[in-house]
């Protein structure tokens, strides 16, 4: 069982950066694969980023690629997403998400943090 807390959400002009984060408990995050999904208001969540166990593979949606880059930190049971060139259509709330396995269904989720970017 793993328990996942998202931080570093916040409002900012179109534009900036963030810097999310996700901590995550007990001493077997590294056998997660690590997973970023959003959703806006009346909207259904999607997925913004993936990476592997060890960090070795990242996946992105296409909205984001060249923006936002996935990575994590084992040995601080941390997961992160840096968010650049912020536009206001990324407004959403940002939530972590653990599985086991790269291919199987997301298993753990946090409860996630508000980005707002207004233009």
């Known amino acids: 069982q793993v328990q996942l807390v998202e931080s570093g959400g916040g409002s900012v002009q179109a534009g900036e950066s963030l810097r999310l984060s996700c901590a995550a408990s007990?001493?077997?995050?590294?056998?997660?694969?690590m997973g970023w999904f959003r959703q806006a208001p009346g909207k259904e969540r999607e997925f913004v980023a993936a990476?592997?166990?060890?960090?070795?593979?990242?996946y992105y949606a296409d909205s984001v690629k060249g923006r936002f880059t996935i990575s994590r930190d084992n040995a601080k049971n941390t997961v992160y997403l840096q968010m650049n060139s912020l536009k206001p259509e990324d407004t959403a709330v940002y939530y972590c998400?653990?599985?086991?396995?790269?291919?199987?269904?997301?298993?753990?989720w946090g409860q996630g943090t508000q980005v707002t970017v207004s233009s």
């Open positions: 007990g001493r077997t995050f590294s056998s997660y694969a």
């Open positions: 990476i592997s166990q060890r960090g070795s593979s990242t």
């Open positions: 998400a653990a599985r086991s396995r790269e291919s199987s269904p997301y298993e753990h």
